[in-house]
Nanobody, 126 residues
Framework: QVQLVESGGGSVQSGGSLRLSCAAS????????VAWFRQTPEKERAGVAV???????SYADSVKGRFTISRDNLKNTVYLEMNGLKPEDTAMYYC????????????????????WGQGTQVTVSS
């Protein structure tokens, strides 16, 4: 059974950094696409970054140049390094895993993801 557990969220000031971790189990490390999504009460869930089995990555325009997704197959963990955080980055962040090879962030991308973590809150104050 695939399980995903996020950690690393917290509260930071604008311009600060956080690193989120998504510890996975139940599938061969590196064999799934793993993405980070975020959601607020005011906005629909949106993809932030994705890494596939070929280590190809894709980012939402709003985070390009600030966020970096990476993977450690030995630990079966996917990371989201977030730098230059802005108040608009405040959200609940979820990691998700998919058996599909996801090449780019896009609308309705969440439909391709079968497994989800419970989320970790990121709050950025101005």
């Amino acid at each position: 059974q695939v399980q995903l557990v996020e950690s690393g969220g917290g509260s930071v000031q604008s311009g600060g950094s956080l690193r989120l971790s998504c510890a996975a189990s139940g599938y061969t490390p590196g064999s799934y696409s793993v993405a980070w999504f975020r959601q607020t009460p005011e906005k629909e869930r949106a993809g932030v970054a994705v890494i596939n089995r070929y280590s190809e990555t894709s980012y939402a325009d709003s985070v390009k140049g600030r966020f970096t997704i990476s993977r450690d197959n030995l630990k079966n963990t996917v990371y989201l390094e977030m730098n230059g955080l802005k108040p608009e980055d405040t959200a609940m962040y979820y990691c998700a895993a998919s058996r599909y090879i996801i090449e780019r962030i896009g609308p309705q991308m969440g439909e391709y993801f079968d497994y989800w973590g419970q989320g970790t809150q990121v709050t950025v104050s101005s």
